[in-house]
């Protein structure tokens, strides 16, 4: 990817937690910032703020996945608005938490749909963006730590992400021939209001089952996404950054299940 004053990356659900820290560090690495939303648009404003505020351009456009193929060519608009594209973070995702045997088809669908579906078509769309400009670009795909391992009772997760990290494998082999680099960032517990916690909790929040002892801050994930985005990274592809404060080491989600089921 050739640095300029006019880099662009879209990042997807960067209305709150970890999509919003991921738009303000690449705005303070110097891109403009593509800011989809879902649902919460004034969160998705305050998004464009922080990054005003950092001497860079922001867009604001609602993203919804499952209107599908249809909602990626809001890829195309950002495209022809900021006049480029150089960096993509497929941050947008959901989850039904059902057992395999309780889980119902359409909430399997759905969230494929989201998960997967929509981060392949988005990738395609700025992968050809990218192609087309003939200056490389970066694409990072955040997943989870359980696109490694399995979260219990959440099968339609689990296999979504694990197909998203495929994908980003599979994207690095075929669009490095164009300079264009494609990686997995996998969070653990992260202080998000998705995990009923304020970023604050990162710092006084205990969990005795993750070895450092505390949930992530955004920051520190974005702080990876960013660095991905960075020349620093430019002899890095197809890889998954776990960012789990030990997680993997120990999965505590997996015995604790088997523990219940003993009693």
């Known amino acids: ?15 709150s937690g970890i999509g919003k820290a991921c738009a303000i560090a690449l705005a303070k690495q110097g891109f403009d910032i593509g800011i989809t939303w879902h649902s919460d648009q004034r969160g998705a404003e305050d998004t464009a703020g922080e990054v005003l505020k950092l001497g860079r351009k922001a867009q604001v456009l609602q993203l919804d996945l499952t209107q599908l193929p249809a909602a990626a060519e809001v890829i195309d608009q950002f495209s022809r608005s900021f006049g480029r594209l150089d960096m993509l973070v497929n941050n947008a995702g959901a989850s039904a938490g ?21 981060a392949f078509l988005c990738a395609q769309r700025a992968a050809r963006h990218m192609v087309k400009q003939g200056q490389g670009g970066r694409i990072v795909n955040i997943t989870s730590v359980h696109e490694h391992t399995p979260l219990p009772a959440a099968v339609a997760y689990t296999a979504a ?3 998203l990290g495929g994908l980003a494998k599979s994207m690095a082999l075929e669009l490095s021939p164009y300079g264009i680099l494609v990686n997995s960032v996998a969070p653990g517990m992260i202080a998000t209001p998705i995990n009923d916690m304020r970023e604050e909790d990162a710092w006084t929040a205990k969990e005795p089952g993750i070895p450092l002892g505390r949930p992530g801050h955004v920051d520190e994930i974005a702080s990876m996404v960013a660095w991905l985005g960075s020349e620093g990274a430019a002899y890095t592809t197809g890889q998954s950054f776990i960012i789990d404060g030990g997680f993997m080491l120990v999965n505590p989600q997996f015995k604790a299940q088997k523990a219940q089921a003993g009693k």
């Open 98 to 118: 059902a057992p395999f045997l309780d889980l119902s088809y359409e909430d399997w669908r759905s969230t494929f749909s989201i998960v997967l579906d929509g």
């Open 1 to 15: 990817m050739t640095q300029s004053a006019s880099n662009v990356a879209v990042v997807t659900a960067s209305d």
């Open 161 to 163: 992400k694990h197909g």
